[in-house]
């Protein structure tokens, strides 16, 4: 089993749709966690932390569930600039910070 | 300018030769990493350092090496390159810090380095 695990899509939305990606992970001792969103043949950029208590910025919405060791975000009303693969990031403790990378999930938003 | 840079940018080389990649970083971060991409295997941790003399294993450290010239300055080498070390390859830094109950921890990658080999 992969210790990370994503859908890896494509997902095809319309602009104005609202989407969702989902991420599981198999490591319970795991510590922190991440989305970073990479653009085709571009570097990954940290798009935001995923807190217990879930958080938001803008049109992003991150939650985690330790319970069941996922992690999902919500993007609402896309942009075809949110067209991207979204990469689920997590770290261990006691790991330094050293993070495990999903394979990602790609977007596409069409008009 | 970029903060964190790699050369060169796109490498074509044959087998069983000598490669160095290399990566510079203006951030003043003290953690640097290596990785390689893959496509369907997502990103997989080559080296990593924490600072100027320390150097780790990442997960698939086999057939690499790493050099930290000093804190702004880590260079991957492939010593005899083979096919299936063709691949999109990236290097990163990070600083810690604690904010609140969570870290802060995040990495800063360079744009890549796109090796194939022949």
């Known amino acids: 089993r992969k210790e990370v695990e994503q859908d890896p899509g494509p997902f095809n939305v319309p602009e104005g749709a609202t989407v969702a990606f989902n991420c599981t992970y198999s490591?319970?001792?795991?510590?922190?966690f991440f989305w970073y969103r990479q653009d085709c043949r571009k570097e990954p950029k940290l798009l935001m932390s995923?807190?217990?208590s879930g958080n938001e910025d803008g049109r992003f919405t991150a939650q985690l569930n330790r319970a069941s060791q996922y992690i999902s975000l919500l993007i609402r009303d896309s942009k075809l600039s949110d067209s991207a693969t979204y990469l689920c990031v997590v770290k261990l403790t006691g790991g330094g910070n050293k993070l495990t990378f999903g394979t990602g999930t790609q977007l596409k938003v069409e008009l | 300018d970029a903060d964190v840079t790699q050369t060169p940018r796109n490498r074509i080389t044959k087998t069983g030769k000598r490669i160095m990649l290399e990566c510079s970083q203006t951030?003043?971060?003290?953690?640097m990493y290596w990785y390689r991409q893959d496509p369907g295997l997502g990103l997989r941790l080559i080296y990593y350092s924490f600072d100027v003399k320390d150097i780790n294993k990442g997960e698939i450290s086999d057939g690499y090496s790493v050099s930290r010239q000093a804190q702004a300055k880590f260079s991957l080498s492939l010593e005899s390159a083979i096919p299936n070390q063709t691949a999109l390859y990236f290097c990163?830094?990070?600083?810690?810090?604690?904010?609140?109950?969570?870290?802060?921890?995040?990495?800063?990658f360079g744009p890549g380095t796109r090796l194939t080999v022949l």
């Open positions: 990163a830094t990070s600083d810690f810090g604690v904010a609140g109950a969570s870290s802060t921890d995040t990495q800063y």
């Open positions: 951030k003043g971060h003290d953690r």
């Open positions: 995923v807190y217990s």
């Open positions: 490591n319970s001792a795991s510590q922190s």
